[in-house]
């Protein structure tokens, strides 16, 4: 396809391709988001304090990511743009389909936080509505089964 990036793609090399999505369970994100923060926090006096995010894209079997360490107080479009996407994907813009936070939608100008991981959305493969209309008619095929008439209970 031509949407995949190559692996290794990336102008400072801190872009990987990935053939499966790692499975992190929640405790898991917890605790790596924690330990995230208190990096973040307990940076030397008079340095100025940095954000650590990933920004990545999903492909069917197939992960585009970026670990980033960002000053603080960067934006979704500032991360965008030194994750190297441009270079891993040209032509493509990666507001097209949307950009989010963990499932969230975000805007460009959005602040980015310590172990935030920035999504580039892709197109949907099926049209949801006509997905509904699918599953609604399989139903509708497998209990014919009649029910009974509410009958409406008497008012007292």
């Known amino acids: 396809m031509a949407n995949k990036p190559e692996q290794g793609a990336g102008s ?12 992190v369970s929640a405790a898991a994100q917890a605790a790596a988001a924690a330990s995230a ?6 940076a030397p006096a008079g340095a100025a304090p940095l954000v650590s995010v990933v920004v ?4 069917p079997g197939r992960v585009w990511q970026a670990r980033l360490t960002l000053p603080a107080g960067a934006s979704v479009a ?7 996407y441009e270079q891993a994907c040209p032509g493509q813009d990666p507001w097209q389909h ?4 963990y499932g969230h939608a975000v ?3 959005d602040v980015l936080r310590n172990g935030d991981r920035v999504e580039i959305y892709r197109p949907l493969t099926f049209d949801p509505m006509e997905s509904r209309r699918r599953r609604a008619a399989h139903r509708g095929r497998k209990m014919p089964v009649a029910r009974p008439q509410r009958t409406p209970k008497a008012r007292r």
């Not at 500032?78 to 190297?84: I, P, V, Y």
Request: charged residues 10%; proline residues 3%.
């Open 12 to 23: 400072t090399g801190a872009a990987a391709a990935v053939d499966a999505a790692p499975t």
């Open 37 to 42: 923060t208190a990096s973040a926090t307990s």
């Open 56 to 59: 990545c894209q999903v492909w």
């Open 78 to 84: 500032d991360a965008l743009a030194a994750s190297g």
């Open 98 to 101: 949307g950009v989010g936070i």
């Open 107 to 109: 805007r460009a100008e």
